[in-house]
């Protein structure tokens, strides 16, 4: 493993965490382009989503559904996007942005700039959120 993806899966690099299963985590962006803008990702390490097997990308799927409904009831959006881009880390991630304009989406607009007991704060949120 050598992606900083690897580095926060191992614990070594520390992140927002929301939802953790045995195959899959998901965390706050740091950089995020719209608050809330999560990353679901696997723990295993592939470069490109759709390299992945079938069942596991299924299973991403599957996973990022949970933590975007988690993630609807905190933060007030219309939607809750979803992009998969993979140019920045080579490790296969899924972004969920809340959304109220198709703009919210662009990941070329300024960052939205967190503390970080407001990272923790809506991280422990959105976990309560998937949770219940």
């Known amino acids: 493993m050598s992606s900083i993806f690897a580095k926060i899966i191992s614990?070594?690099?520390p992140a927002y965490k929301v939802a953790e299963t045995?195959?899959?985590?998901a965390f706050l962006d740091v950089r995020p382009?719209?608050?809330?803008?999560?990353?679901c990702i696997p723990k295993q390490?592939?470069?490109y989503?759709?390299?992945m097997s079938d069942e596991l990308y299924a299973e991403l799927m599957l996973f990022a559904k949970i933590v975007a409904k988690g993630l609807k009831k905190v933060v007030e959006c219309k939607k809750i996007g979803i992009s998969v881009v993979?140019?920045?880390v080579p490790h296969a991630h899924v972004h969920l942005i809340p959304m109220n304009s198709i703009a919210d989406m662009s990941f070329t607009?300024?960052?939205i700039i967190m503390s970080n007991e407001e990272f923790l704060s809506l991280a422990k949120q959105i976990e309560q959120?998937?949770?219940s």
């Open 49 to 51: 989503i759709f390299d």
């Open 129 to 131: 959120a998937i949770i």
């Open 11 to 13: 614990g070594e690099i």
């Open 86 to 88: 993979g140019l920045e």
């Open 22 to 25: 045995e195959k899959f985590l």
């Open 45 to 47: 390490e592939v470069d």
């Open 33 to 39: 382009v719209a608050k809330g803008h999560v990353l």
């Open 109 to 111: 607009s300024e960052r």
